[in-house]
T-cell receptor, first 114, second 109 residues
Framework: DAGVTQSPTHLIKTRGQQVTLRCSPKSGHDTVSWYQQALGQGPQFIFQYYEEEERQRGNFPDRFSGHQFPNYSSELNVNALLLGDSALYLC?????????????FGQGTRLTVV | KNEVEQSPQNLTAQEGEFITINCSYSVGISALHWLQQHPGGGIVSLFMLSSGKKKHGRLIATINIQEKHSSLHITASHPRDSAVYICAVWFDSNYQLIWGAGTKLIIKP
């Protein structure tokens, strides 16, 4: 079991461009959450997907959107990139059926906007 | 308000010392995670607790539900333990992990 897999690991984009980040959850997990971690700060919750729908959303603008596929993998899309979007984007997977389930984290995608 | 507080914010110790990092939270939780993050790296889950105590190698995590407090201990600390340690909780009323600010640990040889 590869655990949670994120791609790409690093990415450089230009301001105004669009970016798509991908996450494959741990086998057996059906819920994917995305977090943004700016340099030197704690992760901030972006949104969570379950059954291909956005289940809850943090305080992020509509430029941040996502998708979950039938195989539970997920994408995070960011439009009209700003310099402030530069951060480590973390994906976590868990199993919704048990709130005591352990969440597993990917290694993250380091996005740099120039 | 669902809050998670960690202490200390920064901790520097000598190799071999016993390390304790504390986490307090405001209301009832479903589970608490202790996580480790190395510079520039992703996050690794060390423990998930909903009661009692767990041990893995030199790491020990405890939780006191009544006092709403958890501790992470590292015995015989080593420079490779240097990292940011984060406490994160699933509050009963939420679907998301609420994160502490993290504790930056530096172990000097």
């Amino acid at each position: 079991d590869a655990g949670v897999t994120q791609s790409p690991t690093h990415l450089i984009k230009t301001r105004g461009q669009q970016v798509t980040l991908r996450c494959s959850p741990k086998s057996g997990h059906d819920t994917v959450s995305w977090y943004q971690q700016a340099l030197g700060q704690g992760p901030q919750f972006i949104f969570q997907y379950y059954e291909e729908e956005e289940r809850q959303r943090g305080n992020f603008p509509d430029r941040f959107s996502g998708h979950q596929f039938p195989n539970y993998s997920s994408e995070l899309n960011v439009n009209a990139l700003l310099l402030g979007d530069s951060a480590l984007y973390l994906c976590a997977s868990s199993w919704l059926g048990d709130t005591n389930t352990e969440a597993f984290f990917g290694q993250g995608t380091r996005l740099t906007v120039v | 308000k669902n809050e998670v507080e960690q202490s200390p914010q920064n901790l520097t110790a000598q190799e071999g010392e016993f390390i304790t990092i504390n986490c307090s939270y405001s209301v009832g939780i479903s589970a608490l995670h202790w996580l480790q993050q190395h510079p520039g790296g992703g996050i690794v889950s060390l423990f998930m607790l909903s009661s009692g105590k767990k041990k893995h190698g030199r790491l020990i995590a405890t939780i006191n539900i009544q006092e709403k407090h958890s501790s992470l201990h590292i015995t015989a600390s080593h420079p490779r333990d240097s990292a940011v340690y984060i406490c994160a909780v699933w509050f009963d009323s939420n679907y998301q992990l609420i994160w502490g600010a993290g504790t930056k640990l530096i172990i000097k040889p």
